[in-house]
């Protein structure tokens, strides 16, 4: 089992930069695909990035590619997400997530992630 805490999030204008950083308990953090994902209140929950246990394969949902980085620390057993030239429609509450791989394809789906976060609210304002 692994616990994670989401950091780093806040109110930021737009044009502005944040990095969140999700901390991992437990020993086990290598063993896991880990990915962020977000909701907006009524909206459904929305894939941002995803990455390999090993840090060497990630996949960014279309629309945030080229300002979002996915990274990960496997010593501090922490998940990164850096964003930059945030925009209004960014805001929402981000929540990191864990998977053990079946396979060395990077999974977009939220309902195949089953450790999660508490989350951290990200506010873009204009």
């Known amino acids: 089992q692994v616990q994670l805490v989401e950091s780093g999030g806040g109110l930021v204008q737009a044009g502005g930069s944040l990095r969140l950083s999700c901390a991992a308990s437990g020993r086990t953090f290598s063993s896991y695909d880990m990915a962020w994902f977000r909701q907006d209140p009524g909206k459904e929950v929305e894939f941002v990035a995803a990455?390999?246990?090993?840090?060497?394969?990630?996949t960014y949902a279309d629309s945030l590619r080229g300002r979002f980085t996915i990274s990960r620390d496997n010593v501090k057993t922490t998940l990164y997400l850096q964003m930059n030239n945030l925009k209004p429609e960014d805001t929402a509450v981000y929540y990191c997530?864990?998977?053990?791989?079946?396979?060395?394809?990077?999974?977009?789906?939220?309902?195949?992630?089953?450790?999660w976060g508490q989350g951290t609210q990200v506010t873009v304002s204009s």
């Open positions: 997530a864990a998977q053990r791989p079946t396979s060395t394809v990077l999974i977009r789906r939220a309902e195949s992630y089953i450790y």
């Open positions: 990455i390999s246990r090993s840090g060497g394969s990630t």
